[in-house]
C-alpha cells in the first residue's frame, strides 16, 4: 500500500510544470482571516467574513480566508502560512485563536495579529472585542418592559455567548429583579433542530421573548418564535435577518465589525495604528454596533420603552452603567 | 486461515521463476491500483470543481503539488499525520478482530484529558520522565475508555458499535465539561485548561517546525503492530478471533481476552494520539481538539486493508489531502468540505478498483 | 424546578419528544429493512444529509413541499443505489462503503450548499402542524400528540407499513430469509442481490426523508451538519431495538424522550446540575439500555457478510 508516495511523485513529476498558483506581488496590502467555523452560516463566522470582504472593497486589500473548523492544532500553521507569504494583517476571529498567535508572532514582527474576543495586547499581537453584552444588556431591558419571560438559547459556553446572556440578565434584572429568564445550551453551532425544541419548550413555559447565540443553530430560535405567533418575539443578533421572521423580530442588533476592522486596518496600512491596548467596540461605536428596532413586528416596541432604551444606551456609553462583571 | 495475506487468486505454479514473476505482479498491482485509485479520486474533484464554477485543475497543482513545496509544509503534513497514523494502526487490530470500534475519537479525547491532567500536575519532573509519562497516561486512558466498550461486549454482548458511539458523545460532553470547569484555566475566562508545563512538552525534531516526537513513535508503533499481528501467536488469536470466533473458541482460544486486547491496543493508540495532540501541539486543553481524527481513523485502516505499515502511507495520504484542502481554501477559495468529497472518493475507487477484498473474501459465504 | 412535575410540561416533553424522535424513526426503520436483509448500513448520516439537502433545494427552487419530499427520498434511494452496487454487486466491505458515504454526503452537500445558497439567508416554508378540529385545543393531550405536522404523523404510517411489509407480505418473508438463510432463497430461484438492492434503497430513502423532516418539517434552513449525529444514533436505536420496526418506533421515541428532556431540564434555572451531565444523558442511558436488554443473539445472521453465488 505504498501509493501515497508515489502519487505524490508522479503528480510532482507531471504538474510542477504547469505551475502552482503563484503567489501576489509583495508590495500588495494583504489581509488574511481565520475562522473557527463555517463562513456560510449566519452569525458569528460571517461577521468576519462581511468584514473582510469590506477590507477588500474599501482599502483594495488582497484578502483571503480559511476556516478551520475548531481545530486548534491547526491554528499555529494557519497562522505561519499568511505571515509567511506576506500578509500584513491576519485575524484570527475568536479567543482560541490567542496562544497560536502569540506563538507565532515574534517570528513576523511586520505582520499585525488581530484576535477576536480577545483582551490580548503584546507587541503585534492585539485583541478586538466586540461587547455583545451592551446591546443584549438594551434587549433585556426591552425584554423585562415588555415580556412575561425570556428563554436564551446558547451554542456553546464559550465566553462571547456567557457575557452576552449576562448582559441580557443584567439588562432585564435592571427593570424586574424578578423577571424570569431560562437559558439552554444546545452543545452545538449546526443542531438547529435542537436549538427550535429549546426554544419551543420555553415558549410553552411561558417565554415570549426567546433570543439566540448559537451562530447557525439559532435560527432554529427564530423558527420557533414565528410558529408560536406574533406573541413570541426574538431578536436577529450579529447579522439582520429580520426576513426570516418579519413580524416576530423586535430588534436588530448589528455587529458591524467590518466597520472596526476597516477603520484598524486602514490605520495599520497608512502606518498610523498605534495601539495602547486591546481595542473594544462596543455601542459609543456607532459605527460598528447598532441597535435598530423592526417597525413590522406585531408587537413593535412601543415609543416609552424606546425612549428608555436610548436613556439605557446613553449610560452605557458614559460608562455609568455596567453590563456585566469585570 | 494462516496466510491471509495471500488471498489473492494465483497461479498455481511451483516453478521458482513464475512465483517470482507472480510476486511481481502482485506488488506491481498492490501499489499501481491504489495510485490509480487516488487519481480517479482527483479527477472526480476536479470535475466537481469544474462544474461548480471553480478551477479544476487546482486539485493537482494546489491540494497535492502545493503543499509539498518546502520542509515546513511537509513538516506540517507529517504533523497532520501523527493521530492518523496512530488512530489508523490501532484500528488495523481492532477491525482484524472484526471489533467496530468506531469510538475512535471519544478514545482520542479520554488520552488528551489524561495527558493534560498530568501533564499540569508534576512542577519540576525532568522532561526525560515526564514526556513518556504523558504518554503513557494518554495511551491508558484511550485504553480504558475503549476496554468499557470492550467489557460491555464480553459480558453483556452489547454491540461495540453503538457503544463506541455513544461513548464518543460522553467523552466529548466530559470534555466541555472539564474545559469550563474543573480543568479550566484559572488564569482565563476561557473554555480552555491550563498550559501544560513545558517539561511535559513533546520534545520537536525538526526545529523550527513543530514535526515532533509522536512522527517516530507513530511509525515504530506500527511496525511493531505489524510484527505482532503477523509474526506473533497472540496477534495470530486475535486474527482467528477475528475471522471466526466460534471456531476459535473450540480451537481454545479465549475469545473475550483477545477481544479485550483488540479493542484496548485500539483505545490505547487513540488516546496516544489525543495525548501528543495537546503535548506535542495545542499545549492546553480545548473543547474541541479534534477535527474528526478519530472517523478519518477509520477510513485510514480501511484503506490500508488493514494493514499496520500501509496505514503509515494511507495516514500520510489523507493528511496531505487535509493539508491540501485548506491550501485550496486560501489560495482559490475552494470550500474546505472538499476534502471530505474526496477522501470518500478515494475509498470509493479503491473499493472499485478491487484492492480492498480482504474481508469480503474471509467473510463471504 | 417547581414546574418539573406539571401537566404543562409532561405536554411539551411529550411533543417535543415526538419530533425529536421523527427523524431517527424514518431513518432507524429504513435500516431495519436494510439490516434484516443483511446489509450493515453506517452511512445512514450521510444519506440523512443528503435527504435534507435535495429536500431543501428542490423546496427552494419549486415551492412545493411534496415534492421536496418526494425528491429527498429519490435522493436517498439513488445513494443507496450506490452504496448497493458496491457492497452487493462488487461485494466491497459494507463498513468501507458506509464511511464513504458518511464523507460524500457531509462533503458534498456543504459544498454544493456553500457554492449556490450562501448570503441567500431565505428558508423555506415547511410543513405546517396540522388543527385537528376538536383535538389540536384540548388541554395537554393537544400539546402532546395533535399539534404536529403531517411528517410526524407520518411516523406511525411508516410503522404499519414497514410491520406490514416485513411480516405479511412474501416481499417481507424473503426479504428476511435474504439475511439468514442467503442460499435458501437462491435455490427456489430468487435474487439475493435484487432484494438486497431493494432493503437497501428502501432504507436510504426512508433515511432521506429522515432528513428531510430535518429541513422541511422542522428548521426551515439547511445547515452544514444539520443531522449533527442523528445517523449514527439511529444506528444504535435499530440494535437497541432487536431489528423490529416496532421496537425501531419506540425506541427512537425513547431517544427523542431524552433529548427532550435534557433540553427541558436544562431551562429550569433552580436545577443545579451541570448542563453537560444533562447533555450526556441519552447517551448514558442507551449503554445502560443496551445492557439491561443483553443481546439475545436475534442480529440477522448474514448481516454484513456479502453473498456470493456457489
Redesign the interface.
Given at each position: 500500500m505504498k501509493f501515497s508516495r508515489r502519487t505524490c511523485l508522479a503528480a510532482l513529476a507531471g504538474l510542477t510544470m504547469a505551475g502552482a498558483t503563484g503567489p501576489a506581488l509583495a508590495d500588495d496590502f494583504k489581509m488574511g482571516l481565520l475562522v473557527p467555523g463555517s463562513v456560510a452560516e449566519e452569525g458569528w463566522n460571517r461577521i468576519a467574513y462581511d468584514a473582510l470582504l469590506r477590507v477588500e472593497k474599501e482599502l483594495g486589500a488582497d484578502i483571503s480566508y480559511v476556516e478551520l473548523h475548531e481545530n486548534p492544532s491547526a491554528f499555529e500553521n494557519a497562522f505561519r502560512n499568511y505571515a509567511s507569504q506576506g500578509y500584513d494583517v491576519v485575524l484570527g476571529h475568536g479567543f482560541q485563536f490567542q496562544d497560536a498567535a502569540l506563538t507565532v508572532a515574534a517570528d513576523f514582527p511586520d505582520t499585525t495579529f488581530l484576535i477576536s474576543s480577545s483582551h490580548v495586547f503584546d507587541g503585534n499581537v492585539i485583541g478586538l472585542n466586540t461587547d455583545s453584552s451592551e446591546p443584549f444588556y438594551l434587549m433585556g431591558v426591552i425584554a423585562a418592559m415588555t415580556g412575561k419571560s425570556a428563554g436564551l438559547v446558547g451554542g456553546l459556553e464559550i465566553p462571547p455567548i456567557k457575557q452576552s446572556f449576562e448582559g441580557f440578565i443584567n439588562g432585564a434584572r435592571s427593570v424586574d429583579p424578578n423577571f424570569p429568564i431560562s437559558q439552554v445550551y444546545v452543545g452545538s453551532f449546526t443542531d438547529s433542530t435542537a436549538a427550535k425544541e429549546a426554544a419551543v419548550g420555553m415558549i410553552a413555559r411561558g417565554a415570549n421573548i426567546v433570543v439566540p447565540n448559537a451562530n447557525a443553530a439559532g435560527l432554529g430560535v427564530v423558527q420557533a418564535a414565528r410558529e408560536a405567533g406574533p406573541d413570541v418575539q426574538t431578536f436577529s443578533v450579529y447579522s439582520d435577518y429580520t426576513e426570516a421572521a418579519p413580524e416576530n423580530t423586535l430588534g436588530v442588533y448589528v455587529a458591524d465589525y467590518g466597520q472596526g476592522i476597516v477603520r484598524i486596518v486602514s490605520q495599520i496600512k497608512d502606518g498610523s495604528f498605534e495601539a495602547a491596548g486591546n481595542i473594544v467596540f462596543g455601542l459609543k461605536d456607532t459605527d460598528v454596533m447598532m441597535f435598530s428596532y423592526n417597525d413590522h413586528s406585531a408587537r413593535s416596541v412601543p415609543d416609552d420603552v424606546r425612549r428608555k432604551v436610548e436613556e439605557v444606551k446613553n449610560g452605557i456609553i458614559a460608562g455609568e452603567i455596567a453590563t456585566r462583571a469585570d | 486461515m494462516a496466510n491471509i495475506e495471500n488471498e489473492r487468486p494465483r497461479a498455481a505454479d511451483t516453478d521458482i521463476m513464475g512465483n517470482a514473476m507472480s510476486m511481481l505482479v502482485r506488488i506491481a498491482q498492490a501499489i499501481a491500483l491504489p495510485v490509480a485509485a487516488v487519481l480517479v479520486a482527483l479527477i472526480c474533484g476536479g470535475i466537481l470543481l469544474s462544474l461548480n464554477g471553480f478551477n479544476g485543475w487546482d486539485v493537482f497543482s494546489v491540494m497535492i503539488v502545493g503543499v509539498l513545496q518546502d520542509t515546513r509544509s511537509i513538516a506540517e503534513i507529517l504533523l497532520k499525520s501523527i493521530p492518523l497514523i496512530l488512530i489508523g494502526v490501532g484500528l488495523c487490530v481492532a477491525f482484524r478482530c472484526s471489533i467496530w470500534n468506531i469510538g475512535a475519537e471519544g478514545q482520542l479525547y479520554a488520552g488528551a484529558v489524561a495527558a493534560t491532567i498530568v501533564g499540569v500536575a508534576f512542577e519540576g519532573l525532568t522532561p526525560w520522565i515526564y514526556v513518556p509519562l504523558v504518554m503513557v497516561a494518554g495511551a491508558l486512558a484511550g485504553a480504558a475508555w475503549a476496554g468499557i466498550a470492550g467489557l460491555l461486549k464480553v459480558y453483556f454482548r452489547a454491540s461495540e458499535i453503538v457503544t463506541t458511539i455513544m461513548l464518543n458523545y460522553i467523552a466529548l460532553i466530559g470534555t466541555s465539561y472539564l474545559v469550563t470547569g474543573p480543568l479550566r484555566d484559572a488564569a482565563s475566562a476561557y473554555p480552555q485548561s491550563a498550559r501544560l508545563l513545558k517539561e511535559a512538552w513533546m520534545p520537536r525534531i525538526l526545529p523550527p517546525t513543530r514535526l515532533h516526537i509522536g512522527i517516530l513513535v507513530a511509525v515504530a508503533l506500527a511496525i511493531a503492530f505489524y510484527v505482532f499481528l503477523f509474526r506473533s501467536s497472540a496477534g495470530y488469536a486475535v486474527r482467528v478471533v477475528g475471522i471466526n470466533a466460534n471456531a476459535a473458541r473450540y480451537a481454545g482460544i479465549n475469545v473475550g481476552r483477545n477481544i479485550m486486547i483488540a479493542i484496548c491496543i485500539s483505545g490505547g493508540m487513540a488516546g496516544l494520539a489525543g495525548a501528543f495532540e495537546v503535548a506535542g501541539v495545542t499545549r492546553r486543553l480545548y473543547q474541541n481538539i479534534s477535527p474528526g481524527y478519530g472517523f478519518e481513523g477509520i477510513a485510514v485502516a480501511l484503506l490500508a486493508n488493514n494493514n499496520p505499515i500501509g496505514a503509515i502511507f494511507s495516514g500520510g495520504l489523507f493528511a496531505i489531502l487535509r493539508s491540501g484542502s485548506e491550501l485550496m481554501q486560501i489560495t482559490a477559495q475552494v470550500p474546505q468540505v472538499l476534502v471530505s468529497v474526496i477522501q470518500g472518493m478515494v475509498i470509493l475507487s479503491v473499493v472499485a478498483f478491487g484492492v480492498y477484498r480482504f474481508r469480503s473474501a474471509s467473510r463471504s459465504q | 424546578m417547581e414546574?418539573v412535575a406539571t401537566l404543562?410540561?409532561i405536554?411539551?416533553?411529550i411533543?417535543?419528544t415526538w419530533?425529536?424522535a421523527t427523524?431517527l424513526i424514518f431513518a432507524a426503520i429504513g435500516e431495519v429493512f436494510s439490516e434484516r436483509a443483511g446489509v450493515l448500513n453506517?452511512g445512514l448520516e450521510g444519506v440523512m444529509l443528503v435527504g435534507a439537502f435535495v429536500g431543501f433545494a428542490t423546496m427552494f427552487a419549486y415551492g412545493s413541499l411534496p415534492l421536496g419530499l418526494a425528491s429527498a427520498v429519490a435522493a436517498g434511494a439513488v445513494v443507496g443505489l450506490l452504496f448497493a452496487f458496491?457492497t452487493i454487486t462488487?461485494?466491497?466491505?459494507q463498513?468501507?462503503?458506509g464511511?464513504?458515504?458518511?464523507?460524500?454526503g457531509?462533503?458534498?452537500t456543504?459544498?454544493?450548499?456553500?457554492?449556490y445558497?450562501?448570503?441567500t439567508?431565505?428558508?423555506v416554508e415547511?410543513a405546517q402542524?396540522l388543527d385537528i378540529p376538536g383535538l389540536s385545543d384540548l388541554p395537554f393531550f393537544g400539546?402532546a400528540f395533535f399539534r404536529h405536522n403531517a411528517i410526524v404523523y407520518s411516523t406511525l404510517l411508516v410503522v404499519v407499513l414497514a410491520v406490514v411489509v416485513l411480516y405479511k407480505t412474501s416481499f417481507g418473508l424473503t426479504l428476511r430469509a435474504v439475511g439468514e438463510h442467503?442460499?435458501a432463497v437462491d435455490v427456489v430461484g430468487r435474487s439475493v442481490a435484487a432484494y438486497r438492492y431493494g432493503a437497501v434503497m428502501i432504507g436510504t430513502g426512508l433515511a432521506g426523508l429522515g432528513g428531510a423532516f430535518?429541513t422541511l418539517g422542522?428548521?426551515?434552513?439547511f445547515?452544514?451538519?444539520?443531522t449533527?449525529?442523528r445517523g449514527?444514533?439511529a444506528?444504535?436505536v435499530v440494535?437497541?431495538a432487536r431489528w423490529s420496526p416496532v421496537g425501531a418506533f419506540f425506541v427512537a421515541m425513547l431517544f427523542g424522550l431524552f433529548?427532550?428532556l435534557q433540553?427541558?431540564l436544562?431551562?429550569?434555572?433552580a436545577l443545579n446540575i451541570?448542563?453537560?451531565?444533562l447533555?450526556?444523558l441519552p447517551?448514558?442511558m442507551?449503554?445502560v439500555a443496551?445492557?439491561m436488554v443483553?443481546?439475545k443473539?436475534d442480529t440477522p445472521k448474514?448481516l454484513?457478510?456479502?453473498?456470493?453465488k456457489a
Amino acid at each position: 500500500m505504498k501509493f501515497s508516495r508515489r502519487t505524490c511523485l508522479a503528480a510532482l513529476a507531471g504538474l510542477t510544470m504547469a505551475g502552482a498558483t503563484g503567489p501576489a506581488l509583495a508590495d500588495d496590502f494583504k489581509m488574511g482571516l481565520l475562522v473557527p467555523g463555517s463562513v456560510a452560516e449566519e452569525g458569528w463566522n460571517r461577521i468576519a467574513y462581511d468584514a473582510l470582504l469590506r477590507v477588500e472593497k474599501e482599502l483594495g486589500a488582497d484578502i483571503s480566508y480559511v476556516e478551520l473548523h475548531e481545530n486548534p492544532s491547526a491554528f499555529e500553521n494557519a497562522f505561519r502560512n499568511y505571515a509567511s507569504q506576506g500578509y500584513d494583517v491576519v485575524l484570527g476571529h475568536g479567543f482560541q485563536f490567542q496562544d497560536a498567535a502569540l506563538t507565532v508572532a515574534a517570528d513576523f514582527p511586520d505582520t499585525t495579529f488581530l484576535i477576536s474576543s480577545s483582551h490580548v495586547f503584546d507587541g503585534n499581537v492585539i485583541g478586538l472585542n466586540t461587547d455583545s453584552s451592551e446591546p443584549f444588556y438594551l434587549m433585556g431591558v426591552i425584554a423585562a418592559m415588555t415580556g412575561k419571560s425570556a428563554g436564551l438559547v446558547g451554542g456553546l459556553e464559550i465566553p462571547p455567548i456567557k457575557q452576552s446572556f449576562e448582559g441580557f440578565i443584567n439588562g432585564a434584572r435592571s427593570v424586574d429583579p424578578n423577571f424570569p429568564i431560562s437559558q439552554v445550551y444546545v452543545g452545538s453551532f449546526t443542531d438547529s433542530t435542537a436549538a427550535k425544541e429549546a426554544a419551543v419548550g420555553m415558549i410553552a413555559r411561558g417565554a415570549n421573548i426567546v433570543v439566540p447565540n448559537a451562530n447557525a443553530a439559532g435560527l432554529g430560535v427564530v423558527q420557533a418564535a414565528r410558529e408560536a405567533g406574533p406573541d413570541v418575539q426574538t431578536f436577529s443578533v450579529y447579522s439582520d435577518y429580520t426576513e426570516a421572521a418579519p413580524e416576530n423580530t423586535l430588534g436588530v442588533y448589528v455587529a458591524d465589525y467590518g466597520q472596526g476592522i476597516v477603520r484598524i486596518v486602514s490605520q495599520i496600512k497608512d502606518g498610523s495604528f498605534e495601539a495602547a491596548g486591546n481595542i473594544v467596540f462596543g455601542l459609543k461605536d456607532t459605527d460598528v454596533m447598532m441597535f435598530s428596532y423592526n417597525d413590522h413586528s406585531a408587537r413593535s416596541v412601543p415609543d416609552d420603552v424606546r425612549r428608555k432604551v436610548e436613556e439605557v444606551k446613553n449610560g452605557i456609553i458614559a460608562g455609568e452603567i455596567a453590563t456585566r462583571a469585570d | 486461515m494462516a496466510n491471509i495475506e495471500n488471498e489473492r487468486p494465483r497461479a498455481a505454479d511451483t516453478d521458482i521463476m513464475g512465483n517470482a514473476m507472480s510476486m511481481l505482479v502482485r506488488i506491481a498491482q498492490a501499489i499501481a491500483l491504489p495510485v490509480a485509485a487516488v487519481l480517479v479520486a482527483l479527477i472526480c474533484g476536479g470535475i466537481l470543481l469544474s462544474l461548480n464554477g471553480f478551477n479544476g485543475w487546482d486539485v493537482f497543482s494546489v491540494m497535492i503539488v502545493g503543499v509539498l513545496q518546502d520542509t515546513r509544509s511537509i513538516a506540517e503534513i507529517l504533523l497532520k499525520s501523527i493521530p492518523l497514523i496512530l488512530i489508523g494502526v490501532g484500528l488495523c487490530v481492532a477491525f482484524r478482530c472484526s471489533i467496530w470500534n468506531i469510538g475512535a475519537e471519544g478514545q482520542l479525547y479520554a488520552g488528551a484529558v489524561a495527558a493534560t491532567i498530568v501533564g499540569v500536575a508534576f512542577e519540576g519532573l525532568t522532561p526525560w520522565i515526564y514526556v513518556p509519562l504523558v504518554m503513557v497516561a494518554g495511551a491508558l486512558a484511550g485504553a480504558a475508555w475503549a476496554g468499557i466498550a470492550g467489557l460491555l461486549k464480553v459480558y453483556f454482548r452489547a454491540s461495540e458499535i453503538v457503544t463506541t458511539i455513544m461513548l464518543n458523545y460522553i467523552a466529548l460532553i466530559g470534555t466541555s465539561y472539564l474545559v469550563t470547569g474543573p480543568l479550566r484555566d484559572a488564569a482565563s475566562a476561557y473554555p480552555q485548561s491550563a498550559r501544560l508545563l513545558k517539561e511535559a512538552w513533546m520534545p520537536r525534531i525538526l526545529p523550527p517546525t513543530r514535526l515532533h516526537i509522536g512522527i517516530l513513535v507513530a511509525v515504530a508503533l506500527a511496525i511493531a503492530f505489524y510484527v505482532f499481528l503477523f509474526r506473533s501467536s497472540a496477534g495470530y488469536a486475535v486474527r482467528v478471533v477475528g475471522i471466526n470466533a466460534n471456531a476459535a473458541r473450540y480451537a481454545g482460544i479465549n475469545v473475550g481476552r483477545n477481544i479485550m486486547i483488540a479493542i484496548c491496543i485500539s483505545g490505547g493508540m487513540a488516546g496516544l494520539a489525543g495525548a501528543f495532540e495537546v503535548a506535542g501541539v495545542t499545549r492546553r486543553l480545548y473543547q474541541n481538539i479534534s477535527p474528526g481524527y478519530g472517523f478519518e481513523g477509520i477510513a485510514v485502516a480501511l484503506l490500508a486493508n488493514n494493514n499496520p505499515i500501509g496505514a503509515i502511507f494511507s495516514g500520510g495520504l489523507f493528511a496531505i489531502l487535509r493539508s491540501g484542502s485548506e491550501l485550496m481554501q486560501i489560495t482559490a477559495q475552494v470550500p474546505q468540505v472538499l476534502v471530505s468529497v474526496i477522501q470518500g472518493m478515494v475509498i470509493l475507487s479503491v473499493v472499485a478498483f478491487g484492492v480492498y477484498r480482504f474481508r469480503s473474501a474471509s467473510r463471504s459465504q | 424546578m417547581e414546574d418539573v412535575a406539571t401537566l404543562g410540561f409532561i405536554a411539551t416533553t411529550i411533543g417535543a419528544t415526538w419530533r425529536l424522535a421523527t427523524p431517527l424513526i424514518f431513518a432507524a426503520i429504513g435500516e431495519v429493512f436494510s439490516e434484516r436483509a443483511g446489509v450493515l448500513n453506517i452511512g445512514l448520516e450521510g444519506v440523512m444529509l443528503v435527504g435534507a439537502f435535495v429536500g431543501f433545494a428542490t423546496m427552494f427552487a419549486y415551492g412545493s413541499l411534496p415534492l421536496g419530499l418526494a425528491s429527498a427520498v429519490a435522493a436517498g434511494a439513488v445513494v443507496g443505489l450506490l452504496f448497493a452496487f458496491f457492497t452487493i454487486t462488487i461485494k466491497a466491505d459494507q463498513i468501507v462503503v458506509g464511511a464513504a458515504i458518511n464523507l460524500l454526503g457531509m462533503g458534498l452537500t456543504a459544498f454544493l450548499f456553500r457554492t449556490y445558497f450562501v448570503g441567500t439567508g431565505r428558508g423555506v416554508e415547511i410543513a405546517q402542524p396540522l388543527d385537528i378540529p376538536g383535538l389540536s385545543d384540548l388541554p395537554f393531550f393537544g400539546e402532546a400528540f395533535f399539534r404536529h405536522n403531517a411528517i410526524v404523523y407520518s411516523t406511525l404510517l411508516v410503522v404499519v407499513l414497514a410491520v406490514v411489509v416485513l411480516y405479511k407480505t412474501s416481499f417481507g418473508l424473503t426479504l428476511r430469509a435474504v439475511g439468514e438463510h442467503p442460499k435458501a432463497v437462491d435455490v427456489v430461484g430468487r435474487s439475493v442481490a435484487a432484494y438486497r438492492y431493494g432493503a437497501v434503497m428502501i432504507g436510504t430513502g426512508l433515511a432521506g426523508l429522515g432528513g428531510a423532516f430535518l429541513t422541511l418539517g422542522h428548521s426551515n434552513q439547511f445547515v452544514e451538519n444539520i443531522t449533527s449525529g442523528r445517523g449514527f444514533i439511529a444506528l444504535a436505536v435499530v440494535v437497541f431495538a432487536r431489528w423490529s420496526p416496532v421496537g425501531a418506533f419506540f425506541v427512537a421515541m425513547l431517544f427523542g424522550l431524552f433529548y427532550a428532556l435534557q433540553l427541558q431540564l436544562q431551562a429550569q434555572p433552580a436545577l443545579n446540575i451541570p448542563y453537560q451531565a444533562l447533555q450526556a444523558l441519552p447517551y448514558v442511558m442507551t449503554i445502560v439500555a443496551l445492557v439491561m436488554v443483553r443481546n439475545k443473539g436475534d442480529t440477522p445472521k448474514m448481516l454484513g457478510v456479502p453473498y456470493t453465488k456457489a
